[in-house]
């Protein structure tokens, strides 16, 4: 028989890739800057963990793979986001606290790394009774929304998982259901026989 590209079969209860799954489903989905090693790193300890028995759970195990992917994607977006708020967090924070002639330029220096402006940025905050902490606290006011969006889509994310693994966990619960009545009914069979011969 002629295998045609993509198809994927099962033999003697080990999956066998007739053609590349990544193929069949779609490359992996990363970005640019996202580490190929990472994803695969990922995915193989995902594979140990699940260890999927047919091409079904092959299927959810990609999908909890991408899923779980998109999760830690979101969650350094987070950060990143937060980080890069800050900036406009300590503006923000200095803006009715000080008369300060050119804080926009001491803002941008900090932001840049600055050395000046990082020790007049501490020697403000000192005089106010300030901290790194409200500047945090003002960047993350600055980008509430964005992050309520981030954190939902990861929730979305996690549930879609979730719910992936919940079908496996199904599916061979279902499996070992059919496994224990297919062996209920051998045990019956064996009983009858035994006593139409002790009968006999």
């Known amino acids: 028989m002629v295998k045609r590209p993509h198809q994927l079969e099962e033999r003697q209860g080990q999956l066998v890739d007739i053609a590349d799954l990544d193929e069949l489903l779609g490359p992996p989905p990363l970005l640019p800057n996202e580490s190929t090693a990472d994803y695969e790193g990922l995915r193989a300890r995902l594979r140990a963990k699940i ?28 950060s990143r986001l937060l980080s890069n708020s800050s900036p406009a967090g300590l503006e923000s924070l200095l803006r009715r606290r000080v008369n300060y002639r050119d804080l926009e330029s001491l803002v941008q220096g900090w932001g840049h790394g600055d050395k000046e402006s990082i020790k007049q940025v501490d020697r403000l905050l000192k005089q106010l009774d300030l901290s ?22 990861i929730a979305q994310a996690e549930a879609r998982r979730n719910n992936a693994l919940r079908e496996i966990e199904r599916s061979r619960e279902t499996a070992a259901r059919r496994m224990r009545a297919a062996l209920s009914e051998e045990d019956d069979s064996l009983i009858s026989v035994e006593v139409q011969g002790a009968s006999a």
């Open 51 to 78: 260890a999927p028995r047919d091409v079904i759970e092959e299927i959810w195990l990609r999908d909890i793979l991408d899923l779980q992917w998109e999760v830690l994607r979101m969650r350094r977006l987070k």
């Open 132 to 153: 790194i902490d409200d500047i945090d606290a003002h960047s993350l006011l600055k980008t509430l929304d964005s992050m309520e969006r981030i954190d939902r889509m």
